[in-house]
Every structure is written in C-alpha cells, then in structure tokens.
C-alpha cells in the first residue's frame, strides 16, 4: 500500500466515522503500550513544565487535535497507529464492533465464536464483517449504519444476540467475547468512552493482521479497498424494527421483580431453582458475585507470567437453562437473608421429600451397629478355613 487514492479515503471515511475534534494515538515504551488522546500543545512550554515536576496530565495548556485526512493518510501508511472513540457527543455512533479475544477458558476458539455470532447476525439480516485485529489473537465483528444511532439501542441488541447464544451470560464473569465499541450507552461526563485501534494500519497489514478476513477460511481478503466498497449499511429502520422486537420480547418475559406483582418463586429441592424472568438486575449481580469463585490457579500462574491457555478464571456455581437459574441449594439460607434485606417479595416451595418416622428403640438401634461392623470386618484367617 505505497499510496492511497482520493477515492480509498474517501471509502475509508464513510465506514469508520467517530468523533472527528479528538482521537487517539498509540505509544510504546520501555517495553509498554497504549492509548492517549493526541493533543495540540507548545512543546516548548511543555518542557519547561516537565522540567519543574509537571505531567500532560496536569499540563493546563493544552487542547485535543482534530482528526485530520493527514493523520488518517499516516496511519493508513504506517507512520502511526490511530484510535478512533466511536461514542459521538449526542450518545449515537457510526458503528457497532464486537470484540473476541483468543479464549482463556479453552472451551471453544475466538474463531468459533465470531462464527455464531455472525450466523446469528444474518438472520436478523444484519450484515456485519469480520476484521483480524492488530495482535492476530482475536477479531472485531463490525456493524455499519446508514446514519448515527443511539448507541444505547444498537448496544442492547447486540448484547441480547451475544445472551441468546450462550456467548455472555448475567451472571458469568468470566465471558468469552470482550467488549462492544462503543462500550457505554452514553457519556458519563468523565473522559471520552472507549476507543478502537482502526483497521488496515500498514504494519500490521504486511502481517495480515488488522485487516478484514473471510468468516470461513479466515483468509484475508486479497484486496482490501475493493472489499470495503463492497460492505453494507444497515437502514435505521431495520435496527429501530430489531430493537423493538427485542424489546418487546424482554417486556414479556424479563420483567423485573419492581415491576411485577407476583413473588419471586424460589423452589428448593436436590437444588434451588429461580425463573429468570423473576429476577431484577441487583439480585443478578448478587448472585454472579456470591456464586463466582476466583481459581487461585489461574491468579498464580498470570502472577508468573505462565499460560492460563485452559485454565478457568472462575469457577461458576450456577446454571441457566430452560428459562431457570439453578444454584446450589445450600445458598438458600443467604438467598432469603438477601430477599428480606431488599424487601424483594418471595415465595419459597420446598419441594425435599420428607422421610417417615422411624421408631427406633436404643436396644435394636445398638444392635443393629453392632451387626454392620461384624459384617464390615474382615474375617480371620482360621476362619476362612
């Protein structure tokens, strides 16, 4: 890629549009690596501040460059890597990438995730594409609009996707897929949301790395800019239908217990068994934090710098299926203490089964231990004569 035509960029620009008054670029040191807004500053003056103990950080004079075509130009030809915050001002955004690392867990591949996900996607006749990132251990999933959404709507169906495949789940901590871009629903007043490293930087391309590859064969595709002339926007109207039907759906069947007037059914039994629909947000929080454990393994070998490849990070005590969670029923004692110090309305049926009463006198009871050990010991040799 020794040049880039009006044309490309011109491509290029209407897919991976984000905040055009700042973006990110990314540093290397000693060994280390990330993202920092770039800012327009009088270096000069700068260093006189560093000099005297000061940060850029702390630095007041300072403002955020614009995102410029030269800056785009330099990380399309190598010269640096940009970063892109996708979450516009007014809380809607351009696009929508889901983010799958390389599996800590070993149950499945980052590939084989991507694969259903985007399986999913289609039948929702969203069209989204598969982009290798820049490490070569994981892939972005992305998603283009015909116009800016509000990024709350397009997180939600994306998320509910993700849910309906086993792919996240409530009450898991130690999800498969990482991340969506944008990454909030809307701005929280502190800093500038996540960021997204942008496909086809050059270095990372001469690695067939960063650049957009074929769901299949993951293959890269062997021309870049005539594949990004190919790729599709979806119409707001098509996500405005999605969302409502999904939104529909969970006004049926995933109401919280706030809005609903019935009890919080709790069955005791070999196990304690919950209907999803009955459960608010704090009581899934605090049943993912109460039923997740820490692998003491997994801490020790990140600790040593050792593989995790296979190793889980937590242990899960519970289990969604068929529209129930189920949790061990020893938890029923902080279950109910949790209920009555939240007010949460509940009605437990306890379904164990009740022994019958068996009138045993001392004598026979005696006699009876008695028996079992004359027949666990071992009989004596002569005896065996």
């Not at 290397?28 to 000099?51: C, Q, T, V």
């Not at 130009?73 to 940009?82: A, D, F, Q, S, T």
């Not at 949790?327 to 939240?342: A, H, N, Q, T």
């Amino acid at each position: 890629m020794s040049a880039i035509s009006n044309e490309q960029l011109k491509t290029y620009l209407s897919l991976f549009k984000g905040r055009q008054d700042v973006f990110a670029i990314r540093w290397e040191r000693d060994g280390r690596s990330g993202y920092m807004p770039a800012y327009d500053l009088n270096w000069n003056e700068f260093a006189i501040h560093k000099a005297n103990g000061g940060t850029l950080k702390d630095f007041a004079n300072k403002s955020y460059s614009p995102l410029t075509e030269q800056r785009l130009l330099n990380h399309l030809l190598g010269k640096e890597v940009i970063g892109l915050y996708p979450l516009l001002p007014d809380n809607s955004s351009w696009f929508i990438a889901a983010d799958f690392d390389e599996s800590q867990s070993g149950k499945i591949s980052w590939q084989e995730e991507v694969k259903i996900f985007m399986d999913t996607c289609e039948k929702y006749k969203l069209p989204v594409y598969l982009e290798r990132s820049r490490s070569g251990q994981g892939g972005h999933v992305w998603l283009f609009f015909e116009n800016n959404y509000p990024a709350y709507k397009v997180r939600r169906i994306m998320l509910c996707i993700l849910e309906s495949i086993g792919i996240i789940s409530p009450f898991d901590k130690n999800s498969n897929y990482d991340r969506l871009f944008p990454n909030q629903d809307s701005h929280s007043g502190k800093g500038l949301g996540n960021l997204i490293a942008l496909p086809l930087e050059k270095k990372s391309l001469d690695n067939n790395n960063s650049c957009f590859i074929d769901a299949d064969s993951y293959m890269p595709y062997p021309d870049q800019w005539s594949f990004l002339q190919t790729i599709k926007k979806v119409e707001t109207e098509k996500l405005e239908e999605i969302y409502n039907s999904i939104t529909g759906l969970d006004n049926k069947q995933i109401q919280t217990v706030s809005t609903n007037s019935a009890s919080l059914q709790i069955t005791l039994n070999n196990n304690i068994k919950i209907p999803r629909a009955h459960l608010n947000p704090d009581l899934v929080n605090f049943l993912r934090d109460s039923l997740n454990f820490v692998n003491s393994e997994y801490i020790i070998k990140k600790k040593l710098g050792k593989s995790t490849f296979g190793t889980e990070t937590y242990f899960r005590m519970l289990e969604e299926r068929d529209g129930f969670v189920f949790i061990p029923r020893g938890f029923v004692r902080e279950l109910l203490l949790y209920c009555k110090d939240k007010r949460i309305p509940y009605h437990l049926n306890d379904e164990r089964k009740n022994l019958e009463q068996q009138n045993i006198h001392l004598k026979d009871h005696y006699m009876i231990i008695r028996k079992r050990r004359l027949i666990q010991q071992p009989k004596k040799k002569w005896e065996l004569l």
